[in-house]
């Protein structure tokens, strides 16, 4: 395990540069024909033991955060993808270009925004999308606990079984699903954007279904707009068609949420939305500062290779949120007032493994708030503070 760190923290993840790292650290002669030899569904199931250890730790809160006070947990879940080698297209099948599938890997995640904590991570094809996933996180709720995801994982009869377990959620209403009044008459959302203002009302969604949610319609600058627009009619899909009432409800961010408004307003509604970029951020910081995908490159064409790859760099990046991250944010933003960037802390741990791990406490503090935090910006907001601000 700390042979493959090493190995891939000096930018060659092969059997070999494996070896070598492993010898390296127990002093013992190691041939890259014992590392492929060891490439079996053993050790698949060993990294993802050890990550999922890592993962289940539990921890302090980053910091309490007045917009989520009345929520037990605020849960995030979104997912990512990994580009594969073409070889592993049966195990992994994905989107078709030029005629020609490709081997692409979805990553499936749900966190606990509070204390950084990973509640479920799951390794699937690119064919397996957000919305077969969005039943995943009902066995993980709890009474109290907000949920936050995207569009992709929008089902109405999940959003039902939420209500039902008690829990609660903020997501965007898709187009085209049927709104009612409390008395079952059908409600023709143009008519609810004749005002400039911001619309927030009780009403029931689906045909079927009749959920009770409010509905809340934010008017969106006119360059929000225009791009919304633009992108829409760039759309490479053409079975979307785009209609004419579909580029006015672009014009809109119309989200639903069963939270009551003495709770979080509309207003609030829409920033506590935002904080669903969180993860985005840590999958850019897995693939931009951890190079995830450049581990995954062509010659890496052994299934059970690829999964361990994948289990054990996780563990590696969950293991740096924990014992780095996490602790020194903290202690950096009280002596130094400033806040660590998670991708540039991979970029520096990856760079200088070996400094990190012998470097001490006081000096690592040091070298991280010189070269691991965010330039202050004030025309927009960290990923810490998307919590932490609120």
Request: hydrophobic share 40%; with cysteine; glycine share 4%.
């Amino acid at each position: 395990m700390a042979g493959f760190i090493e190995s891939c923290s000096g930018g060659c993840n092969t059997y070999s540069s494996w070896a070598a790292s492993i010898g390296n650290i127990n002093g013992k002669a190691i041939s890259k024909q014992a590392i492929f030899d060891r490439m079996n569904e053993a050790s698949v199931s060993f990294a993802k033991e050890i990550f999922s250890q890592a993962m289940n730790t539990k921890l302090k809160a980053v910091r309490e955060s007045k917009l989520f006070k009345s929520f037990k947990r605020v849960l995030l879940q979104d997912s990512t993808t990994l580009s594969l080698p073409d070889c592993l297209v049966n195990h992994f099948p994905g989107n078709v270009s030029r005629g020609k599938q490709k081997a692409v890997a979805r990553l499936q995640c749900i966190i606990n925004i509070a204390q950084m904590q990973w509640l479920h991570l799951s390794l699937d094809a690119y064919t397996k999308n957000d919305q077969s996933a969005s039943g995943l996180v009902l066995p993980l709720l709890r009474k109290g606990d907000l949920l936050i995801r995207d569009l992709g994982y929008f089902v109405l009869d999940i959003l039902r079984r939420i209500i039902e377990k008690k829990a609660f959620f903020i997501s965007r209403l898709k187009y085209g699903i049927t709104i009612y009044d409390s008395k079952g008459k059908e409600i023709n959302w143009k008519q609810l954007c004749k005002t400039k203002r911001i619309i927030d009302r009780k009403v029931f969604i689906g045909k079927e279904h009749q959920i009770p949610v409010r509905i809340i319609l934010i008017p969106l600058p006119a360059k929000v707009v225009e791009q919304r627009i633009r992108k829409a009619k760039k759309d490479r899909d053409k079975r979307l068609n785009h209609s004419r009432d579909y580029y006015i409800w672009l014009k809109y961010n119309v989200f639903i949420t069963n939270v009551v408004s003495e709770t979080l307003d509309s207003k609030e509604v829409a920033r506590a939305y935002k904080v669903r970029w969180q993860i985005e951020i840590l999958f850019k910081s897995w693939k931009s500062g951890g190079d995830l995908q450049q581990v995954l490159h062509e010659r890496c064409t052994n299934i059970y290779r690829v999964r361990t790859s994948i289990f054990l760099l996780l563990m590696f990046f969950c293991l740096i949120m924990q014992k780095i991250y996490l602790p020194y944010n903290n202690q950096i933003m009280k002596k130094y007032n400033k806040q660590l960037s998670l991708i540039k802390l991979l970029i520096y741990i990856v760079a200088n493994l070996i400094k990190t791990i012998c470097s001490s406490p006081c000096k690592l503090k040091e070298q991280l708030a010189k070269h691991c935090c965010y330039e202050i910006r004030k025309d927009r907001i960290n990923m810490t503070e998307l919590i932490t601000n609120f």
